[in-house]
């Protein structure tokens, strides 16, 4: 059974670069899935940040996409966040998830248990 | 457009049937997933593809589309099934995902 971790800096300063990573246990990050980023601002619904693929191809939410980075290292079986310029808005829980793709659907199956990131002076 | 729309609540009694729908024109192209998201955990995967259900999902949880809409029934709703729960599917274009908004349900 795969099993993603989240980790990374609780706390960012505002104008700073969150950056995350999130850890691939049981399984390997070369398979045949998009490696997805999701987050959750405190009593807010959930909003899909992006999605890497093993090759290195990325799509990304377009209303963060001039501020969003994902990539992926191999050789550590991760892949990783980083949003620039944040503020208060960006304060969530961030979540790293498996995004199957299927024909005419796709669906999450493995999240992560998610990381708070707070962004605060 | 690349909205998806769900009621912000809905309530349900104990043993009966509730049905919580997601609304958006991506959903011509594409099935919903659905996703149980309780109090400070991560949301579960509950439904996918045309009525799919994960191993371990009780089989009162079904899905169903029709034209724009994708709907959630759970038939028998136990007081465990009060949560959260989130449509997900492409937009349009296939390229970028998107949520829903939300439904609490609440168990009666």
């Known amino acids: 059974q795969v099993q993603l971790q989240e980790s990374g800096p609780g706390l960012v300063k505002p104008s700073g670069t969150l950056s995350l990573t999130c850890a691939v246990s049981g399984g390997s990050i070369s398979s045949s899935n998009w490696w997805s980023w999701i987050r959750q601002p405190p009593g807010k619904g959930l909003e899909w940040i992006g999605e890497i693929y093993h090759s290195g191809s990325t799509n990304y939410n377009p209303s963060l996409k001039s501020r969003v980075t994902i990539s992926v290292d191999k050789s550590k079986n991760q892949f990783s966040l980083k949003l620039s310029s944040v503020t208060a808005a960006d304060t969530a829980v961030y979540y790293c998830?498996?995004?199957?793709?299927?024909?005419?659907?796709?669906?999450?199956?493995?999240w992560g248990k998610g990381t708070t990131v707070t962004v605060s002076s | 457009s690349s909205e998806l729309t769900q009621d912000p609540a809905v309530s349900v009694a104990l043993g009966q049937t509730v049905r919580i729908t997601c609304q958006g024109d991506?959903?011509?192209?594409?099935?919903a997933s659905w996703y149980q998201q309780k109090p400070g955990q991560a949301p579960v995967l509950v439904i996918y593809g045309k009525n799919n259900r994960p191993s371990g999902i009780p089989d009162r949880f079904s899905g169903s589309s029709s034209g724009n809409t994708a709907s959630l029934t759970i038939t028998g709703a136990q007081a465990e099934d009060e949560a959260d729960y989130y449509c997900?599917?492409?937009?349009?274009?296939?390229?970028?995902?998107?949520f829903g908004t939300g439904t609490k349900v609440t168990v009666l």
């Open positions: 998830a498996i995004t199957t793709p299927y024909y005419y659907y796709y669906y999450m199956d493995v």
């Open positions: 991506s959903l011509r192209s594409y099935y």
């Open positions: 997900n599917s492409r937009d349009s274009s296939g390229n970028h995902g998107v």
